[in-house]
T-cell receptor, first 115, second 114 residues
Framework: EAQVTQNPRYLITVTGKKLTVTCSQNMNHEYMSWYRQDPGLGLRQIYYSMNVEVTDKGDVPEGYKVSRKEKRNFPLILESPSPNQTSLYFC??????????????FGPGTRLTVT | AQSVTQPDIHITVSEGASLELRCNYSYGATPYLFWYVQSPGQGLQLLLKYFSGDTLVQGIKGFEAEFKRSQSSFNLRKPSVHWSDAAEYFCAVSTKTSYDKVIFGPGTSLSVIP
């Protein structure tokens, strides 16, 4: 089954404690992206990647890091989480044949709470 | 600045009634337009998309949308709403000038009254 998986689905942590949210897709997609969803703001893009070792900042990259060492995986790293990073996070993937981005396939989401 | 607006934060309709969700965008280049649906506790699923050609596009679950370049709009419609359509709906845009980014609107929450 074609899918995007995220782990963990729920996470409660404390300020400053480094964490990683994993994302994996089995569709051989080149393009992968991370979004955060906050009430009234819709989805905002954090980082994206067009292929292995190619990443770029989205609209809200501050406080986040990513890496793309393998095509299927795109982990999101919060080196020093703060309460304003409490949010619902989605990973997505898509085919990439040059701009623009085509339809994306989304993971189930990770609800992060930072206290 | 490039933006996507969905003027209605929340809409309530009766089951069987027709539905129209509004989406407006602000882009100079030809847009590529999407509607996604998010059911409670779920990820987002693509309903339909417009890249080019016929400006009236059909999607899954009986939804359709019409691209109107003159109005910078891409409104989503359904002739008869079912209770299972209650969800959050997001309009999204990407363009060749925004290259590799996708901009989402703030979403419209749909409630369906039995």
């Amino acid at each position: 089954e074609a899918q995007v998986t995220q782990n963990p689905r729920y996470l409660i942590t404390v300020t400053g404690k480094k964490l990683t949210v994993t994302c994996s897709q089995n569709m051989n997609h080149e393009y992968m992206s991370w979004y955060r969803q906050d009430p009234g703001l819709g989805l905002r893009q954090i980082y994206y990647s067009m292929n292995v070792e190619v990443t770029d900042k989205g609209d809200v990259p501050e406080g986040y890091k990513v890496s793309r060492k393998e095509k299927r995986n795109f982990p999101l790293i919060l080196e020093s989480p703060s309460p304003n990073q409490t949010s619902l996070y989605f990973c997505a993937s898509s085919l990439w044949q040059g701009a623009p981005v085509y339809e994306q396939y989304f993971g189930p989401g990770t609800r992060l709470t930072v206290t | 600045a490039q933006s996507v607006t969905q003027p209605d934060i929340h809409i309530t309709v009766s089951e069987g009634a027709s539905l129209e969700l509004r989406c407006n965008y602000s882009y100079g280049a030809t847009p590529y337009l999407f509607w996604y649906v998010q059911s409670p506790g779920q990820g987002l699923q693509l309903l339909l998309k417009y890249f080019s050609g016929d400006t009236l596009v059909q999607g899954i679950k009986g939804f359709e949308a019409e691209f109107k370049r003159s109005q910078s709009s891409f409104n989503l419609r359904k002739p008869s709403v079912h209770w299972s359509d209650a969800a959050e709906y997001f309009c999204a845009v990407s363009t060749k000038t925004s290259y590799d980014k996708v901009i989402f609107g703030p979403g419209t929450s749909l409630s369906v009254i039995p």
